[in-house]
């Protein structure tokens, strides 16, 4: 079973700011097989990214995904104040999904 | 549009079986995707439960595939979850999203794109 760790567990930065998430698998995954997610207080998770880099349908050109074999990241370009929430990495693989523990990006 | 919306107790004691149940608008079960449960307890991360296909073909977390069944009606549209013998530790928020698994027409994806709202579960006598 494929293991995710995010990093940093928490981020604390300004709007405007940049913002860049990290998602490490335990081993080597295709591409096509990490989303990512942004989850806010009481609220469902929604879907950002797919297949690593393809941004889900109604998500700004803010958000990116980037990465391959072990490394992926999330990148918020210019933070708004509606971005500051948990986000969250998951695979698939073996018919299960895994998520990441989740980053926290919260406003400095 | 395609909603997607968690219905069940709220309260479940310990050793008993927790039942919620997905009713699934504006979509057809019967054309496909994948439908799945997710939970999240208090505080916590995300974590998947199972998924079902429109055949019925199921797959599970292997930490929980001893205490869970997914099953699906597509005559309500609807699909389900029961855990067994719950503790505590089952106390969570219940989600149930749509499945995508496969080529979109461009290329590959796998992921869950719509979500219900969730519904808490407390685990307690």
């Known amino acids: 079973e494929i293991v995710l760790t995010q990093s940093p567990g928490t981020l604390s930065l300004s709007p405007g700011e940049r913002a860049t998430l990290s998602c490490r698998a335990s081993q080597s995954v295709g591409s096509r097989y990490l989303a990512w997610y942004q989850q806010k207080p009481g609220q469902a998770p929604r879907l950002l990214i797919s297949g690593a880099s393809s941004r889900a349908t109604g998500i700004p050109d803010r958000f990116s995904g980037t990465g391959s074999g072990t490394d992926f990241t999330l990148t918020i370009s210019r933070l708004e104040p509606g971005d500051f929430a948990v986000y969250y990495c998951q695979h698939y693989g073996n018919s299960l999904y895994t998520f990441g523990q989740g980053t926290k990006l919260e406003i400095k | 549009q395609v909603q997607l919306q968690e219905s069940g107790p709220g309260l479940v004691k310990p050793s008993e079986t927790l039942s919620l149940t997905c009713s699934v608008s504006g979509y057809s079960i019967d054309n496909g995707y994948y439908w799945s449960w997710i939970r999240q307890p208090p505080g916590k991360g995300l974590e998947w439960i199972g998924s079902i296909y429109h055949t019925g073909s199921t797959d599970y977390n292997p930490s929980l595939r001893s205490r869970v069944t997914i099953s699906v009606d597509t005559s309500k549209n609807q699909y389900s979850l029961k855990v067994t013998s719950v503790t505590a530790a089952d106390t969570a928020v219940y989600y149930c999203?749509?499945?995508?698994?496969?080529?979109?027409?461009?290329?590959?994806?796998?992921?869950?794109?719509?979500w219900g709202k969730g519904t808490t579960v407390t685990v307690s006598s």
């Open positions: 999203a749509r499945d995508w698994r496969g080529w979109d027409s461009v290329d590959y994806y796998y992921h869950m794109d719509v």
